[in-house]
């Protein structure tokens, strides 16, 4: 289960008495290039940040052996992960 509050919204929800709701994981498929895309924005299949990169991500199968589709979402990623850190 992941999370869709950050920890200070989990708090204050708390605070008001309202269970933060959470969250199924998405099933992932085991796929080397997933992992690459993955290990590109800092993380791997069991981080709970995960479900922020999955709708910035495409079919996996247009980025095979599509160079300009990989440089787009290498672009994406890079800003992605620049805005964690």
């Given at each position: 289960m992941t999370a869709m509050w950050d920890p200070f919204q989990r708090q204050m929800l708390s605070a008001l008495g309202v269970e933060?709701?959470?969250?199924?994981?998405?099933?992932?498929?085991?796929d080397p290039l997933l992992h690459a895309v993955l290990r590109a924005v800092g993380?791997?299949?069991?981080?709970?940040?995960?479900?922020?990169?999955?709708?910035?991500?495409?079919?996996?199968?247009?980025?095979?052996?599509?160079?300009?589709?990989?440089?787009?979402?290498?672009?994406?990623?890079?800003?992605?992960r620049s805005g964690w850190q």
């Amino acid at each position: 289960m992941t999370a869709m509050w950050d920890p200070f919204q989990r708090q204050m929800l708390s605070a008001l008495g309202v269970e933060p709701m959470v969250r199924a994981s998405p099933v992932l498929p085991d796929d080397p290039l997933l992992h690459a895309v993955l290990r590109a924005v800092g993380l791997d299949r069991d981080s709970a940040e995960v479900a922020q990169v999955l709708p910035v991500i495409p079919p996996l199968p247009a980025l095979r052996g599509n160079a300009a589709a990989k440089r787009t979402l290498w672009r994406q990623l890079r800003r992605v992960r620049s805005g964690w850190q």
